[in-house]
T-cell receptor
Framework: KAGVTQTPRYLIKTRGQQVTLSCSPI?????VSWYQQTPGQGLQFLFE???????NKGNFPGRFSGRQFSNSRSEMNVSTLELGDSALYLC????????????FGPGTRLTVL | EDKVVQSPLSLVVHEGDTVTLNCSYE??????LLWYKQEKKAPTFLFML????IEKKSGRLSSILDKKELFSILNITATQTGDSAVYLC????????????FGDGTTLTVKP
């Protein structure tokens, strides 16, 4: 089985721009969770999607949004980028719920200049 | 709010040493506790623990959960330099709409 894939792997943007990240889950996995990881804050939960619906949301501003498609692939969008948005963005997928074992993708390293 | 505290924050040992990493938690409606290893890339799954007192083992790594005292330990015996990584602990609640809460991790450095 192919693992979780994320694209792009690296991204450099400037303040004020917007960015879209993509996550393709393991075949059969329907839950996709997004995390932000920074050296200062550790791994923080952004949101979880299941069956094209956002099921749970972390404590991030509205500039962070996402969606899930019928094939369970998910995208995450960040608008009006700020320097503090520089981070590793990880998606993790599981079969039914975020409470099952999650398998992480390689992440997208976003640098905001 | 769910909370996970890992200790120590960092640890430096020599090859061949045995280490014990700790994870204590507070979570509403506990379902599972998971351990991950993270090197310079995304976390990789190590163990999922749901029942107290049952040790999970994989090679030189083992883990056990105490649901009464709300903690788990991860043991690594005969450490190798390849064990150097950040070890993350996460708990998940027992609801379909639940989210995993992660600790800050323990950074383990194994010196030759």
């Amino acid at each position: 089985k192919a693992g979780v894939t994320q694209t792009p792997r690296y991204l450099i943007k400037t303040r004020g721009q917007q960015v879209t990240l993509s996550c393709s889950p393991i075949s059969g996995h329907r839950s996709v969770s997004w995390y932000q990881q920074t050296p200062g804050q550790g791994l923080q939960f952004l949101f979880e999607y299941f069956s094209e619906t956002q099921r749970n949301k972390g404590n991030f501003p509205g500039r962070f949004s996402g969606r899930q498609f019928s094939n369970s692939r998910s995208e995450m969008n960040v608008s009006t980028l700020e320097l503090g948005d520089s981070a590793l963005y990880l998606c993790a997928t599981s079969q039914e719920t975020s409470t099952d074992t999650q398998y992480f993708g390689p992440g997208t390293r976003l640098t905001v200049l | 709010e769910d909370k996970v505290v890992q200790s120590p924050l960092s640890l430096v040992v020599h090859e061949g040493d045995t280490v014990t990493l700790n994870c204590s938690y507070e979570v509403t409606n506990f379902r599972s506790l998971l351990w991950y290893k993270q090197e310079k890339k995304a976390p990789t799954f190590l163990f999922m623990l749901t029942s107290s007192g049952i040790e999970k083992k994989s090679g030189r790594l083992s883990s056990i959960l105490d649901k009464k005292e709300l903690f788990s330990i991860l043991n690594i015996t005969a450490t190798q330099t390849g064990d150097s990584a950040v070890y993350l602990c996460a708990v998940t609640p027992n609801t379909n709409a639940g989210k995993s809460t992660f600790g800050d991790g323990t950074t383990l450095t194994v010196k030759p």
